[in-house]
């Protein structure tokens, strides 16, 4: 996805964001203070923070957090807060989102529409958001996934499908259990 200019607004998300990240809050502090920047957040900058990478990476991996396992930890609890304010944007995450922990969260909480959205992430996405897509995709798109050289989604594979439908694969497979 090819970045454009950040608005004014989105500045002020990613500060206001940046800017809470600096403080020692509680964890339950940290979850309010992302409600009511999330709640007074426009609808189309959190789209964008959830989608490009860039800006992801600028609001949460730079600074004093880049490098850090806190920066890891601000980014899931962002996000799980503002996916939580704006539900409405699940689809639109999983087929548009460069950010897999996105992906992640939106297909592990069920925020999504319809189960096609989740088949077109399990044959068609990669990293860990497959992983999770193949957990809840159809059956007719796990079946899609025979032969899969990920470990994972073979594994996922395996494990829904079990012995009765693919005995000769798992056997021939050093992975199967």
Not at 60 to 83: D, M, P, Q, S, Y
């Amino acid at each position: 996805m090819k970045s454009k200019k950040l608005s004014s607004s989105l500045i002020k998300l990613i500060d206001d964001l940046a800017e809470i990240s600096h403080h020692d809050f509680s964890w339950s502090e940290f979850d309010n203070k992302i409600s009511t920047i999330g709640s007074s957040a426009k609808e189309k900058d959190v789209e964008r923070l959830l989608t490009e990478e860039a800006v992801y990476e600028k609001a949460f991996f730079t600074g004093k957090t880049k490098g850090w396992n806190r920066g890891t930890w601000i980014a899931n609890r962002v996000t799980e807060n503002l996916v939580k304010l704006n539900v409405s944007l699940g689809d639109k995450l999983l087929r548009n989102s460069e950010i897999d922990a996105v992906k992640v969260y939106a297909i592990s909480n069920g925020i999504y529409t319809d189960v096609s959205i989740i088949d077109e992430v399990a044959k068609k996405g990669s990293g860990e958001s497959q992983v999770v897509a193949a957990s809840f995709c159809s059956i007719k798109a796990l079946r899609a996934l025979k032969g899969h050289k990920s470990t994972k989604i073979r594994k996922v594979y395996y494990n829904r499908l079990g012995p009765v439908e693919c005995l000769d694969e798992m056997l021939s497979d050093k992975i199967a259990d």
